[in-house]
């Protein structure tokens, strides 16, 4: 575990600049968002969370995946794989974990998603501990913690006018070449051990249950009366740290054009329209049950992970005040009634 | 690292008008480059994402079949952007064409057994495949009888009228074709799918039956075919839900834990009993 000073972060970030492709929190309004920073003094790193997961650095709400130009009795293709080395300052440890399980979507046995992966592949994770934990946060229910270091390269613990800084990974060690900074004494770790002891989170969710219920409710009422409340607005999906779905559409004028991935939702009408006009989930109800059943089921089924990190960016971003923790607990409290 | 979004040039090599009412075309591709035709190794059942440059792509079931080498046939309907631009597209225009997507029919499975092949509608596409597979001398010893249904609502809409034509005169082929009500000229049978199934009674010993066509064709077939005795393990369907990116990462396709661009779209009615109706 090393020291550094917080006042010696800008010019950390100004020597990386030149080499990578720095990501870190900056304030936007009356939100955070991470961005490309120029210079060291741009990143905030006394911020709550990002209003946007820093997925979208490694998986962009819109990106081209290749271009293409027409011609006679041919066509040029050009593949627009981001090969750029980045590193990503001020990661909490939920979205940090969010990665592992979008690894588990993008680097499959049987396909490889070459954009996620190669920028995956391509970027340092250097992650901030919470000290305070907002109201919305769960993550220590999905075994999750406001220190956890999982996923991480570098793992950031705030100890007043300095970091702790515990090495998680080589490449997080390699970011820090040059830096000399000095190993942690008893006093800072003891300092950074208050700190981890007094950051809870206020919500424990019990997800004890909730999978042996998802196994068998699939037609039970609750999910009628749960999605009466919701709008489909999607911004619980857009602000997700774990999901995933996107669409796939060219973009052309005359001769030449691209194909775009843009972020998608299982919320629209439009995601499983078929061209025929029948739609398997034609209303909320079954739209609504997909979400929850994607992130605590299938994906269980599938990877024998659930795919929610509890950063509870769902929570804060719903129009209607849908809680995702109370929405787990009434559908574990629900019925009984079918087995 | 193999990039799967991106498709193999095509060249189109025959635009025909398939049914009468000219909702249904049929398209034949050749591949431009010789080792993406090499690297397109396809079973029956599979499908393949084709795409018109500017408008998009969109999956279709391949109508060939792998014992016809050098082409790749797709039969489309004509129902959104993607299908109307294909219908639009002149004979020698490129195209781009990825895959081959999902798993196919289970023909390890059906080694030796009898095979009833109900079809309905423009859905027969994958079916053509499966039977023109199984018909070609060197699979076709591989197999025990093989009796195919086919529905349409007139004659005018049955697709691939020659390749039936030819069918009907072999010995090795029960081709029974149906039409919904009496037309002129038309002796055969006349009647509903899963009517004329009945009707015909395939025997269900030693056999599968492969089903494929609209909804409620689906759903009033199944129970017939399950008085005749086929298990569900033994009744083979096809589904289609929506996609885009046909190797399970959009989201899109999902019937319960089960992607049906991934790990279908060919299942047995026992493996869809044990998934939520989502299809
Ligand atoms: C595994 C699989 C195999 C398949 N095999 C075949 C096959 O062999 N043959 C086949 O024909 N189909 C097949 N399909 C279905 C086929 O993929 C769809 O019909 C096709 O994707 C529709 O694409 P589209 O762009 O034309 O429709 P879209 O444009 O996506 O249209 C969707 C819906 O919107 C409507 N729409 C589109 N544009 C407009 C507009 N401008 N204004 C108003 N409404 C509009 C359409 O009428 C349609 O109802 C298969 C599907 C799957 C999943
Ligand atoms: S859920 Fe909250 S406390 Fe937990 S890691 Fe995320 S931001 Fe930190
Ligand atoms: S944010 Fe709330 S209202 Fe909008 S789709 Fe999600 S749950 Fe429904
Ligand atoms: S089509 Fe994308 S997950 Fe199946």
Redesign the interface.
Known sequence: MLLLNKDQITSWLNKLIPAYQVFAPVKEGDYFCFQQIRSGEQAVLNYTNSRIPPKEILFPRSEKLFCYRCETGGVQLTEQVDESKKVVVGVRPCDAKSFLLLDKVFNGDQYVDPYYLTRRNNTVLVGLGCNQPAATCFCTSLSGGPFSAEGLDLLFVDIGDQYLVEVVTERGKELLSGMELPVAGQEAQEAARAVKESAVCSTLVDLGGLKYRLDVNFDDPIWALLAEKCLGCAACTYTCPTCHCFDIVDEAAGKEGCRIRNWDACMFPLFTLHGSGHNPRPTGKERFRQRIMHKFKYFVDNYGTIACVGCGRCILSCPVNLDIRQVIEQISQAGGDQQ | ???????A?V?LVRHVVETDDNLIHSFTFQF?KEEDEKAFVYRPGQFAEV?V??????PFGMASSPTEPGILKFSV?R??VV?SALHEMPEGS?L?VRGPLGNSYPLEEFKGKNLVIIGGGFAFTTLRSLTTYILHPDNRGDFGELTVIYGARNPGLLLYKDELAGWEKRSDINLICTIDAPADGWQKKVGFVPAVTKEVAPSSADAYAVVCGP?VMIRFTIPVLEELGFPPERIILSL???M??G???????????KFVC?DGPVFSKAQLNKL?P??
Request: aromatic share 6%; proline share 11%.
């Open positions: 690292m193999k990039n799967p979004y991106v498709p040039p060249k431009l795409c440059f500017g408008k998009g792509e969109s309907a129902v959104g299908t490129i781009g909804p289609e839900n929506r885009k990116c190797i399970g990462m959009c989201g899109r396709c999902n019937v319960g834990n991934k939520p989502e299809y």
